[in-house]
């Protein structure tokens, strides 16, 4: 039951508005003044305040302002004897909801009521969301306790409040745009936009059009004016992912934002003014592309003022756990499978493999262990042949064919089979990494009956 409080000092006419108000399911507090209304609202959980202009002590339009500084999901009402424009509309501006005449208006007060109510619903339903995007985007988001991921959670905090360049950098999958996000949701910036991109997701026209936007007719198809994510990310932040594999001529560009805060829009010769706080990240070896000659050392410098490595999977096996069961609970939900827990075996296996995709692997592999398993815990049966295939000592135990355990035979497969779990199936990317040609692939594949 929503209650209302009136604060009213002429006690006949707040009793029958009382009653009124009463006879609607409400329930109705009062008080005779500022002072004892306040202090009913500290003792109790108020939905909407009615209250007259003029108090004994004090005024009403100047009361509406503390009660929504004090109690921002708590609407308020003015009421008084004689229309003032004046104090309407400074009413209005101290956030009153509304502001009526005694007696003349008494049949608006029920439905103003609802209205009023539904308004502070709304305010307390985005203060709850905000509240759950922020634990979401924040370091309170980042699931770990051990120490080196506390180290890297410790480094992000220190340079949130600042507004300088970091450089993320560790292998694909460890949570690189998590720790973006919590440096931005952390910061002075946390209102303005977060915008990211992934640089190795474009071609280089598309990814410069992209980042700085284009004007009508700078190219085929550009038929209007376009922002780019520059100008989106404008008094926030932009975060950059896989920077190591944008062009040298875009990265000049880049520079140039980060040293004068401009830009030229493709096929515009007016520079862009931003203001942006810039982070960035990268699986590659910056140094090592800068002696190869595909990475500027002048913007290298400048984007690792803070450069914060994150942790492999494979060195904070104390978080698998956390990790596995909260992917566990995500995944049953979604789901709508009743599974509560992992079984021992399942666990052990899991703190075995090597996770060469890190946490977005251990996530694929939980979600696919959720859609197989029959069981209310999670098993050794759902999980992947090769993780399966681990022993406590950390050898293989498979048999498959004529290949023994301990083979080199038996080695190349397992390792092929773990790069096309990190490839997600991707045949081309899979012989890229391994090294190989893809028709050799193919043959491997087939020889050693790898789907």
Request: glycine content about 6%; aromatic content about 6%.
């Amino acid at each position: 039951m929503k209650k209302i409080l009136i604060i009213d000092d002429e006690e006949k006419l707040r009793a029958l508005t009382a009653r009124i108000i009463g006879l609607e399911g409400f329930e109705v507090l009062q008080a005779g003044d500022c002072k004892s209304g306040l202090k009913k609202m500290e003792q109790q959980d108020i939905a909407v305040v009615l209250c007259d202009v003029k108090l004994p002590d004090g005024s009403g339009v100047d009361l509406t302002a503390t009660i929504r500084q004090q109690y921002p999901q708590t609407e308020v009402i003015l009421l008084t004897a004689y229309g003032n424009i004046p104090d309407g509309v400074q009413a209005i501006k101290n956030g009153a909801f509304d502001y009526i005449v005694k007696g003349d208006d008494n049949n608006k007060i029920i439905p103003l009521l609802h209205r009023a109510i539904e308004k502070g619903s709304l305010t307390q339903r985005i203060a709850q969301l905000e509240a759950q995007l922020d634990t979401k985007f924040s370091f309170e988001g980042v699931i770990g306790t051990s120490k080196r991921l506390l180290e890297v959670i410790d480094l992000a905090k220190k340079v949130a409040v600042t507004d300088t360049t970091v450089l993320l950098t560790g292998e694909t999958g460890t949570g690189k745009e998590v720790f973006a996000q919590a440096i931005h949701q952390s910061g002075n910036r946390k209102q303005r936009n977060f915008v990211a991109i992934n640089c190795s997701a474009f071609s280089h026209d598309l990814l410069e059009s992209e980042m700085f936007g284009h004007t009508a007719g700078a190219f085929t198809g550009a038929t209007k004016d376009k922002k780019g994510l520059f100008e989106e990310a404008d008094n926030g932040t932009i975060f950059l992912d896989e920077v190591g594999e944008m062009a040298l001529d875009l990265q000049a560009k880049l520079l140039r934002v980060i040293e004068n805060g401009e830009f030229l829009k493709v096929g515009e010769s007016k520079v862009t003014k931003v203001n942006v706080r810039i982070i960035t990240a990268t699986n590659r070896n910056l140094a090592r592309e800068i002696e190869a000659g595909h990475f500027r050392q002048d913007l290298y410098y400048r984007l690792s003022v803070f450069q914060i490595q994150l942790p492999a999977l494979r060195e904070r096996v104390t978080d698998i756990e956390l990790l596995a069961k909260h992917f566990l609970k995500f995944f049953a939900l979604k789901t709508n499978k009743k599974i509560k827990s992992l079984s021992d075996d399942f666990l052990q296996l899991l703190k075995l493999h090597p996770w060469p995709g890190n946490i977005r692997e251990l996530k694929n592999v939980l979600e696919r262990s959720v859609i197989l398993e029959t069981e209310n815990s999670l098993t050794t049966d759902s999980l992947p042949t090769e993780i399966r295939q681990l022993r406590p000592d950390g050898t293989d135990n498979s048999t498959a064919g004529t290949l023994s355990a301990f083979s080199l035979a038996s080695a190349e497969k397992i390792h092929i089979q773990k790069v096309i779990n990190y490839t997600n199936g991707n045949k081309t990317e899979t012989a890229k990494l391994l090294n190989i040609a893809l028709t050799t692939l193919y043959r491997k594949l087939e020889e050693y009956k790898i789907s």
